[in-house]
C-alpha cells in the first residue's frame, strides 16, 4: 500500500514536498515514481528513484525545480518542488514498480499506485 501525503494549494513560485509512505511490501526492493495527471489528459511521469536512491530520474518539465529522495528505513519517498507553476497543478500519485530494470517508468510496470493527492499552483 502507498499512501501520499502533502499536496495542497501554493503560489507560483512556492515550494511543497510530498511524501509517500510503503508498508506491506519489502520497500528496499522497489522503485519509486511520481507520476501527475490533469482532467482529459494520460497520466505523466515526473520522476523516479532507484532501490537504493539510485539511479534518479527527473522528466525534463521539472528538471532543476524538483528533487526526490527516500529513506528505506522509514519506507518513505519525498518529491521536494521548488519553483512552482502554475503547469504544474495535477493529482500527484506516487507508483512503485518490483525490481525495476530501467531508470524510468513505464504505466503498465507499476505494481502499485496511491490514491493520489492534489497540487494545485495558483498565479
Known amino acids: 500500500q502507498l499512501v501520499e501525503s502533502g499536496g495542497g494549494l501554493v503560489q507560483a513560485g512556492g515550494s511543497l514536498r510530498l511524501s509517500c509512505a510503503a508498508s506491506?511490501?519489502?520497500?528496499?526492493?522497489?522503485?519509486v515514481a511520481w507520476f501527475r495527471q490533469t482532467p482529459g489528459k494520460e497520466r505523466e511521469l515526473v520522476s523516479v528513484?532507484?532501490?537504493?536512491?539510485?539511479?534518479?530520474y527527473y522528466s525534463d518539465s521539472v528538471k532543476g525545480r524538483f528533487t526526490i529522495s527516500r529513506n528505506n528505513a522509514n519506507n518513505t519517498v519525498f518529491l521536494e518542488m521548488t519553483n512552482l507553476k502554475p503547469e504544474d497543478t495535477a493529482v500527484y500519485y506516487c507508483?512503485?514498480?518490483?525490481?525495476?530494470?530501467?531508470?524510468?517508468?513505464?504505466?503498465?510496470?507499476?505494481?502499485?499506485w496511491g490514491q493520489g493527492t492534489q497540487v494545485t499552483v495558483s498565479s
Open positions: 507508483a512503485a514498480e518490483f525490481e525495476p530494470t530501467t531508470e524510468t517508468m513505464d504505466l503498465q510496470r507499476v505494481d502499485f
Open positions: 506491506g511490501l519489502t520497500f528496499i526492493r522497489y522503485s
Open positions: 528513484i532507484g532501490k537504493n536512491g539510485k539511479p534518479t
